[in-house]
């Protein structure tokens, strides 16, 4: 590949030993391919200025290359301990990063797909409809935004857990997703117990990665107990029904040994019945899955609305009154639009969804 044309196409974190040796023309050491290709990566606290390299190629690797890591519109919230980033990419096509500071972890969100075709009908996301695949490097760019800003706020933090459940089904993109994982493990030394992926319930995907050999924790979006409902709200469950979706995660944990996590989106008068948590309490009971309820993010384009506090409450309870483990989960940064691609969707105009309208 010629070297303009390399520039113009193709990521730092993209270049293997051989692009380096041919944009170095013979003009570095030999040793400094290796050089650069390990402080990439060691270095993404900030990328150029850290790597141990002469000022001028710093200077000249700053004006050539294109990272969307260093074009972060970044928004803040609970106290500053949520961190929301608009990230533009190198086609100026735009995703969402989130980064979550606790007590005693730090977790990232990767977005995997600028929107997504899976048309979850309360997301913002995918009320946008889907664009692309993102490249294993745009992940990667958007884990340095994260690891960058950590180490700003508190130099002794470091990334504890990575969430791939940003924009897009991860399953639907599915090589880039895994060599991304990968990466983490090989590249950030991150645990595989420390990364979760979360699927909408792409059937052949869940197989597939039962196959991987990788102990990555799964968690499913639910968000409805029976095939009626949930396809309404998860369209893709008209082609992989829940039964499938069991069998499909039962396969998982056989091979992985990993307990799976349904995620349930609590949607007020929609999916918070009480025959609902019962229902729900027999997929879970089935699977051996932890639960993790989620009051409904409110999207500007949706009219529905999560389940007030006292029904989340009563939610949790009959599923443990089943002997179901259960966790209510916060929702962080609702003040920012942190609904998976509301900073995205801001900027559009989707057709609102009404109430008594069609979910589907
Ligand atoms: S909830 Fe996830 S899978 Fe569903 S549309 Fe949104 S991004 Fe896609």
């Known amino acids: 590949m010629k070297i303009a044309e390399l520039l113009q196409t193709r990521s730092p974190l993209e270049l293997d030993a051989k692009d380096w040796e041919n944009l170095f023309g013979g003009l570095q050491p030999s040793f400094r391919v290796r050089q650069v290709q390990n402080g990439l990566y060691k270095s993404y606290v900030s990328p150029w200025e850290n790597l141990t390299i002469p000022r001028t190629l710093r200077e000249t690797f700053k004006e050539l290359f294109y990272l969307s890591s260093d074009h972060a519109k970044v928004t803040l919230s609970d106290n500053g301990d949520t961190l929301k980033a608009l990230l533009t990419l190198s086609d100026q096509r735009q995703i969402e990063t989130v980064l979550m500071r606790y007590e005693r972890r730090s977790t990232v969100c990767i977005s995997t797909q600028v929107g997504c075709a899976m048309n979850c009908v309360f997301c913002a996301t995918g009320q946008g409809g889907y664009e692309r695949h993102l490249k294993v490097h745009e992940m990667q760019e958007q884990y340095f935004w994260a690891a960058r800003e950590l180490k700003r706020l508190d130099s002794n933090s470091k990334i504890t857990n990575v969430v791939l459940m940003g924009m897009g089904e991860p399953l639907a993109n599915y090589d880039n997703s895994i060599s991304f994982v990968r990466s983490l493990m090989t590249q950030f030394s991150l645990g ?169």
């Open 192 to 360: 595989a117990r420390s990364i979760t992926l979360s699927t909408v319930g792409v059937v052949p995907g869940i197989v597939k990665l039962a196959d991987e050999s990788l102990q990555i924790n799964l968690a499913v979006s639910l968000h409805a107990p029976n095939d009626e409902l949930r396809t309404q709200i998860v369209p893709i469950n008209r082609r992989y029904g829940i039964a499938s979706l069991v069998e499909a995660l039962n396969i998982y944990k056989s091979r992985t040994n990993r307990r799976i996590t349904l995620e349930y989106a609590l949607i007020n008068d929609l999916n918070d019945h009480d025959e609902h948590m019962t229902q729900l309490a027999d997929i879970a009971l089935n699977l051996k899955a932890h639960v993790n309820l989620i009051p409904l993010n409110p999207t500007p384009k949706y009219d529905f609305r999560g389940s007030p506090p006292q029904r989340v409450n009563k939610c949790k309870t009959l599923l443990q009154d089943n002997g179901v483990q259960v966790t209510i989960r916060d929702t962080r940064g609702s003040d920012i639009a942190a609904a998976c691609g509301q900073l995205v969707a801001n900027n559009v105009n989707f057709p609102k969804r009404k109430r008594n309208a069609s979910l589907v």
